[in-house]
């Protein structure tokens, strides 16, 4: 996703596509996106060796979990000004950030 001036990237990790998923309807129901095209969840493959076929509880289907237990990322470019509320968003819908 392309940055323009005065936007920001957050990137939410979750443990199941269902929080992942109400994170982004909040999230555009908010209208804290740039567009609809800057908003996007999918499986999070920052993990070492894990076969890559996921389950809806976030667990993948040879039963080892993933990293830290998170199977799913959403990305969102929000405008400077709505990243603070963007971001509390995310949490409140179960995501975390790796900082």
Known sequence: MHLNEHEERLIG????NNMAQAAVNDLRK???ASNDDSIHVEPYT??????RNYTESGRVINNEYLLDGEAFVVTVVTPEDKCEKAASVIKANGGRFNM
Do not use: I
Not at 13 to 16: A, C, E
Not at 46 to 51: L, Q, S, T
């Open 30 to 32: 908010s209208h804290l």
């Open 46 to 51: 920052g993990f070492k060796g894990v076969n």
């Open 13 to 16: 990790f979750f443990p199941t």
